[in-house]
């Protein structure tokens, strides 16, 4: 089931992975635990990556996740995929908030070995695979950033581009003809300011996109 909730310690900045790493594997009483980690954007990413391994590991049992995404409203979900309840999906969600992590997908995909490892020793299986395969990845820290759209007359220009370069923005696009846009994106904790000292400017109009 997919969960959402606030995130009351906001901050302009959040903790992901930069690319998958290497698969991971833990061994428990003949069982395997392949473990793997994605950096994803968007829900549609967690169901092509999980189709993906269930071709890669089509002879496995389980194929048990968790994924977190967003930075200030945080959708989340674990799934168990037919172990018990609460065996493998949380522990392996418990990781992504151990680890202070989002946009991030942690799949592992287990072997049975024809020993049944308990309640217990499932959720140590899974807890671990996960936490081997975070170990495994380069965590980044990343900016939320807001994108505004800047509107002015060409022989404005010299005045925009004077706050631009004083607070060192970041160009995404521009048009520069007799009306002219230009997209910037600032870092959240900056947004506030920067669009204050735009709408300040006679002439020269600025809006979020």
Known sequence: MLQTHKNLNITDTYRTILKAPEETLFKDKNSKFFGYAFPISKEEDVKKHIEV???QHHSARHWCYAYQLGTETIKYR??????PSNSAGMPIYGQIQ????????????RYFGGVKLGVGGLINAYKTSAQLSLEASKIVERTININYLITFDYKNMNKVMRVIKEHQLNIIDQK????CQIKIFVR?????????????????SIKII
Do not use: R
Request: proline share 0%; aromatic share 8%.
């Open 53 to 55: 391994l269930k071709k």
């Open 78 to 83: 674990a799934n168990d995929d037919g172990e």
């Open 98 to 109: 151990s680890y202070k992590i989002t946009n991030i997908l942690i799949v592992v995909v």
């Open 176 to 179: 520069l003809e007799l009306n």
């Open 188 to 204: 959240k904790k900056d947004a506030e300011k920067i669009k204050s000292i735009f709408e300040s400017i006679y002439e020269v």
